[in-house]
Antibody, heavy 126, light 110 residues
Framework: QLQLQESGPGLVKASETLSLTCTVSGGSISSSTYYWGWIRQPPGKGLEWIGS???????YYNSSLKSRVTISVDTSKNQFSLKLSSVTAADTAVYYC??????????????????WGQGTLVTVSS | QSALTQPASVSGSPGQSITISCTGTSSDVGGYNYVSWYQQHPGKAPKLMIYDVSKRPSGVSNRFSGSKSGNTASLTISGLQAEDEADYYC??????????FGGGTKLTVL
């Protein structure tokens, strides 16, 4: 059974860089079928897709965050990571990692997230 | 890009059916059959309930169903149960990004 687990600091100072890692177990991150994504949820608010990565290193980012986001993958450790630079209080959120099924027009499926990690709260302090 | 539009809240009594709408545009919901729905209980991670508009993952109750008409997708829960009380989010592929979510709908079981 595939499981994902986020890890990283729970407190980041404003203007610094938020760094999180997602460890995948029960399956290979090198699957040719799936991407691996990051989604966040500010306290009491809705979900926001941050970006996704393919095992080859190809990345796809939310345009609203693209200038500050870097997602990378380490296939040897079965992990992928998120870096978000120049954080402000608005970046305080629960950050989730998830397996991302990308759109595939040939077989007519795509762009859903399953399973998800349990999430980790990152608070940006001033 | 703007989030998809969902009602803030819906409610229903046990045994009843409810429907949650998710309205987008021809660039997202209306343009692709790539709508998914997630259930989120307080303090928990979202759970995939419906994908590709109307498909159910293994293990999800057949009381949950999805559909789409034009730019609006819908999630219907039949035979409402207390355990269905949660927040529900829709998501869609869009023409210029891999995913956008709705604002979420709080379902209250009366």
């Amino acid at each position: 059974q595939l499981q994902l687990q986020e890890s990283g600091p729970g407190l980041v100072k404003a203007s610094e860089t938020l760094s999180l890692t997602c460890t995948v177990s029960g399956g290979s991150i090198s699957s040719s079928t799936y991407y691996w994504g990051w989604i966040r949820q500010p306290p009491g608010k809705g979900l926001e897709w941050i970006g996704s990565i393919y095992y080859s290193g190809s990345t796809y980012y939310n345009s609203s965050l693209k200038s500050r986001v870097t997602i990378s993958v380490d296939t040897s450790k079965n992990q992928f990571s998120l870096k978000l630079s120049s954080v402000t209080a608005a970046d305080t959120a629960v950050y989730y990692c998830a397996r991302h099924s990308p759109p595939n027009d040939i077989i007519g499926t795509g762009s859903w997230f399953d399973p998800w990690g349990q999430g980790t709260l990152v608070t940006v302090s001033s | 890009q703007s989030a998809l539009t969902q009602p803030a809240s819906v409610s229903g009594s046990p045994g009843q059916s409810i429907t949650i709408s998710c309205t987008g545009t021809s660039s997202d919901v209306g343009g692709y059959n790539y709508v998914s729905w997630y259930q989120q209980h307080p303090g928990k991670a979202p759970k995939l309930m419906i994908y590709d508009v109307s498909k159910r993952p293994s293990g999800v109750s057949n009381r949950f169903s999805g559909s789409k008409s034009g730019n609006t997708a819908s999630l219907t829960i039949s035979g409402l149960q207390a355990e269905d009380e949660a927040d529900y989010y829709c998501s869609s592929y869009t023409s210029n990004t891999l995913g956008v979510f709705g604002g979420g709908t709080k379902l209250t079981v009366l």
